[in-house]
T-cell receptor, first 115, second 107 residues
Framework: GAGVSQSPSNKVTEKGKDVELRCDPISGHTALYWYRQRLGQGLEFLIYFQGNSAPDKSGLPSDRFSAERTGESVSTLTIQRTQQEDSAVYLC?????????????FGPGTRLLVL | SQQGEEDPQALSIQEGENATMNCSYKTSINNLQWYRQNSGRGLVHLILIRSNEREKHSGRLRVTLDTSKKSSSLLITASRAADTASYFCATDNDMRFGAGTRLTVKP
C-alpha cells in the first residue's frame, strides 16, 4: 500500500513569508509525528498527534510553528514569518498506535530553504 | 536530553568488515528500534526489539538488548558500500532521536 507522503518535496521561500508543509500518513495509522533535521544533524522532535488526544507540542521551537491534524488523516505544519534558521528537512512519520511507540514509517521529507 | 543516544558518532570500515554501533538509554522501555537514514531523507525502520528479548536477527543485522545496562547494539555483518548511512536508535517512551552514528563503508 501507499506509504507516508509529504508535499512539497522542496520549498524555497523568502524570509518573513509563511509556509505550509503537508503530510499524508498511512491509512489507519493513528499516530503522526513531525521532526526537523538541519543539515548534518540528528532529528529534532517537533510535535506528536495520537488519535483524538491533545497533541504533544513540547518540541515546537517557537510560537511561529504550529501544526494541525484532521482526524486521523492529513496533517499540516505551518511556519509563520520564516527565518533562515528554519531551513531544514521536515520529516513526517506515522505509526499504527502511539503508546508504546511502535514502528514509525517516514515520509521522504520536505526540504525547506529560507533565503 | 533524549532517551536514546548512539555511539560512536562516526564509524568508517572496509567493505566486508563488521560494523557495531551502540545505543544507551535512561529509563525503562517496552521496546527499542533501530532506523537507517540515507542522504538526509526519511528514516527506514530496520528492527524492533522488545524489552523481554535479548537478541534479534534480520538478515545481516543482529541487535542485542541489555536492559540491566540500558543499552543496545546493532551489528551489521559483512558490510557493503550500500550500508553507508546514518543509524539511529529510538525507544518507545521518547519521541526524540539521538544524533545517530554515521557509518561509512569503503569499497
Amino acid at each position: 500500500g501507499a506509504g507516508v507522503s509529504q508535499s512539497p518535496s522542496n520549498k524555497v521561500t523568502e524570509k518573513g513569508k509563511d509556509v505550509e508543509l503537508r503530510c499524508d500518513p498511512i491509512s489507519g495509522h493513528t499516530a503522526l509525528y513531525w521532526y526537523r533535521q538541519r543539515l548534518g544533524q540528528g532529528l529534532e522532535f517537533l510535535i506528536y498527534f495520537q488519535g483524538n488526544s491533545a497533541p504533544d507540542k513540547s518540541g515546537l521551537p517557537s510560537d511561529r510553528f504550529s501544526a494541525e491534524r484532521t482526524g486521523e488523516s492529513v496533517s499540516t505544519l505551518t511556519i509563520q514569518r520564516t527565518q533562515q534558521e528554519d531551513s531544514a528537512v521536515y520529516l513526517c512519520a506515522s505509526s499504527l498506535g502511539g503508546a508504546p511507540r511502535e514502528t514509525q514509517y517516514f515520509g521522504p521529507g520536505t526540504r525547506l530553504l529560507v533565503l | 536530553s533524549q532517551q536514546g543516544e548512539e555511539d560512536p558518532q562516526a564509524l568508517s570500515i572496509q567493505e566486508g568488515e563488521n560494523a557495531t554501533m551502540n545505543c544507551s538509554y535512561k529509563t525503562s522501555i517496552n521496546n527499542l528500534q533501530w532506523y537507517r537514514q540515507n542522504s538526509g531523507r526519511g528514516l527506514v525502520h530496520l528492527i524492533l526489539i522488545r524489552s523481554n528479548e535479548r537478541e534479534k536477527h534480520s538478515g545481516r543485522l543482529r541487535v542485542t538488548l541489555d536492559t540491566s545496562k540500558k543499552s543496545s547494539s546493532l551489528l551489521i555483518t559483512a558490510s557493503r558500500a550500500a550500508d553507508t548511512a546514518s543509524y539511529f536508535c529510538a525507544t518507545d517512551n521518547d519521541m526524540r532521536f539521538g544524533a545517530g552514528t554515521r557509518l561509512t563503508v569503503k569499497p
